[in-house]
């Protein structure tokens, strides 16, 4: 089974530029989220959807982020403009229950992502 | 202000020993506990959960243990394989959305 796929899986733009993260959840998963990695801060939740609808964005850092699903099978995360602390690694997952403990996120490989 | 910690960001131990790694969380609202593995250049692995209302779960040998009162979560790797270097990362669920802790690197030798 093909898992969630993020792509591209490293991006490097400089300050100022739009980026464009995608994903493709699992088929058959209603929940999607969007997450950001960093040393400072972990692990941290950006934005959930249900059935292609947000639910959720209260992680989203500022008006620059903006995360949409027009979709089942496909999400953005859009940063513009971007700016050098925006450097980190992004995460897709998708989980087809909201009870967690029985249907756990599963994640995408990540975007690392490098504003210069 | 952190829900949940991981406060050793590494352990080192032999293969085939036990490796304990630990965990703490401030909610007491939270109803899953969850526990994911993540290599180098990876995303993180779902690896065991506990609900709020167990004690204990055991996968193999994998077993994660719950002390509400303490509000500590532990989990357990016996034996340890080197195969298990990696980090792992403590997970509390709320209202459907996952609070992560930092991280244990652990690093299993041979």
């Known amino acids: 089974d093909a898992g969630v796929i993020q792509s591209p899986r490293h991006e490097v733009t400089e300050m100022g530029q739009e980026v464009t993260l995608r994903c493709k959840p699992i088929?058959?998963?209603?929940?999607l989220f969007w997450y950001r990695q960093t040393m400072m801060r972990g692990l941290e939740l950006l934005i959930y959807f249900n059935n292609n609808v947000p639910i959720d964005d209260s992680g989203m850092p500022e008006d620059r982020f903006s995360a949409k699903m027009p979709n089942a099978s496909f999400s953005t995360l859009k940063i513009q403009p971007s700016e050098p602390r925006d450097s980190a690694v992004y995460f897709c997952?998708?989980?087809?229950?909201?009870?967690?403990?029985?249907?756990?996120?599963?994640f995408g490989d990540g975007t690392r992502l490098s504003i210069l | 202000d952190q829900q949940v910690k991981q406060n050793s960001p590494s352990l080192s131990v032999q293969e085939g020993r036990i490796s304990i790694l630990n965990c703490d969380y401030t909610?007491?609202?939270?109803?899953?506990f969850l526990w994911y593995k993540k290599y180098p250049a990876e995303g993180p692995t779902f690896l065991i959960s506990i609900s709020s209302i167990k004690d204990k779960n055991e996968d193999g040998r994998f077993t994660v243990f719950l002390n509400k009162s303490a509000k500590h979560l532990s989990l357990h790797i016996v034996p340890s394989q080197p195969g298990d270097s990696a980090v792992y990362f403590c997970?509390?669920?709320?209202?459907?959305?996952?609070?992560f802790g930092q991280g244990t690197e652990l690093s299993v030798k041979p």
């Open positions: 997952a998708s989980s087809s229950l909201r009870e967690q403990g029985d249907q756990p996120q599963h």
């Open positions: 909610n007491s609202m939270f109803d899953y």
């Open positions: 088929s058959g998963h209603d929940y």
């Open positions: 997970a509390a669920s709320a209202a459907g959305k996952l609070i």
